[in-house]
């Protein structure tokens, strides 16, 4: 597949760029949402050179590991909204998706004028903060970790803060909280390409789930021109685009054909079997349903329904439960 070996060509670009001698610029900006008090989401953290340096280490050792997980495991796979595994490393090229490409542009630069003050309520608020490397030949490396990644210590009154300074072989005072930033990488942009790591928190700053919410909409609304959905179909719309899983699930099971395949009889036979919590019956050779939106059983039960949530084995005759569903890899 071109994606992964271009992925593959730019784990390695990263890794020659990272370990070149050339000096490396870093910032990192917090996003934390703006309130009465302060106006602006963005707080860059101005910082000495030696932790700008230490931050770029830790880069360094993350994406190392990053490189040989994709490589030794095999994790990279083309990214899908949709479906995206637990294990997976996601790939997308940002030429393909616009909206991330403008999310990524919407991050402020090295100018950006305000500075993180200090305050806690910043960090407690935090979303996610962004580490961009600049390197000497003007490319750029844009690192995104969610709020988990960010600790406040030494705040409690009265409490003595002190850190302990080699160069000056001594305890010396601070005057403020103490932030750590674990190193670690939810996401990614490296030169027009995407690396997802942890899809919620890439789904969740990003706004992505917007898009997954619009397929789901539309695999319902082919559903509804195939079989009898009742007359409440937007409130069913409304309420499974509040439940990004369910969400999900439909409109990767739409993406990967599995609901135009559906017969309509096994339908009603599968509901029958596994006494769901649905009222679904056949009508002139069609399915006819009627789901009450309010219950939020039925519409997960609807969802599983036409998702083929339940699948036996034929190996084992073992039912299972499966979430995600992929097309099979080509085996040699």
């Given amino acids: 597949m071109p994606l992964i070996d271009d992925a593959f060509a730019a784990l390695t670009d990263m890794r020659v760029t990272l370990n070149a001698r050339d ?3 870093c910032h990192v900006l917090i996003f934390s949402p703006k309130t009465r008090e302060r106006r602006e989401n963005w707080h860059k953290v ?29 994790a990279l796979e083309e990214f899908d909204f ?6 997976c490393i996601g790939v997308m090229s940002l030429a393909d998706v616009p909206a991330i490409a403008n999310w990524l542009d919407a991050i402020p630069g090295d100018d950006w004028p305000l500075r ?32 988990r990644g960010l600790t406040v210590t030494l705040r409690e009154q009265g409490m003595v803060a002190a850190i302990f300074s080699r160069e000056q072989n001594e305890m010396v005072a601070i005057d403020g909280a103490v932030v750590s930033f674990d190193g670690a990488i939810d996401f990614l942009a490296w030169e027009g390409m995407v690396f997802i790591l942890n899809f919620r928190t890439f789904e969740s700053v990003t706004n992505i789930r917007d ?15 195939r079989f009898g959905l009742g007359n409440n179909i937007q409130a069913i719309k409304d309420e ?19 609901i135009a395949d559906v017969d309509p009889q096994s339908l009603v036979d599968r509901a ?32 599983d329904l036409l998702t083929d949530f339940f699948l036996k084995s034929p190996v084992t005759g073992r039912e299972w439960e499966a979430v995600v569903k992929r097309t099979p890899k080509a085996r040699r």
Avoid: P
């Fill in 82 to 87: 949709d479906a995206m595994a637990d294990g």
């Fill in 240 to 258: 499974i685009g509040k439940r990004t899983l369910l969400a999900k699930r439909l409109a990767a099971a739409h993406r990967h054909g599995i």
């Fill in 211 to 225: 898009v997954t919410i619009r397929k789901a909409t539309g695999a319902l609304d082919d559903l509804a021109a």
């Fill in 116 to 147: 993180f003050d200090g305050d806690e309520q910043v960090i407690e608020k935090a979303r996610f903060y962004v580490t961009r490397l600049n390197f000497a030949d003007g490319r750029l490396l844009t690192l995104v970790r969610g709020s």
């Fill in 23 to 25: 000096r490396i610029g």
């Fill in 272 to 303: 029958a079997e596994k006494q769901l919590r649905l009222r679904c019956h056949m009508n002139n050779g069609n399915v006819h349903f009627d789901i009450d939106h309010n219950n939020q059983g039925e519409i997960q039960d609807f969802v």
């Fill in 46 to 74: 101005a910082m000495q050179g030696s932790v700008a340096d230490r931050i770029a280490s830790s880069a360094r050792e993350a994406l190392l590991k990053l490189e040989n997980r994709a490589t030794d495991d095999q």
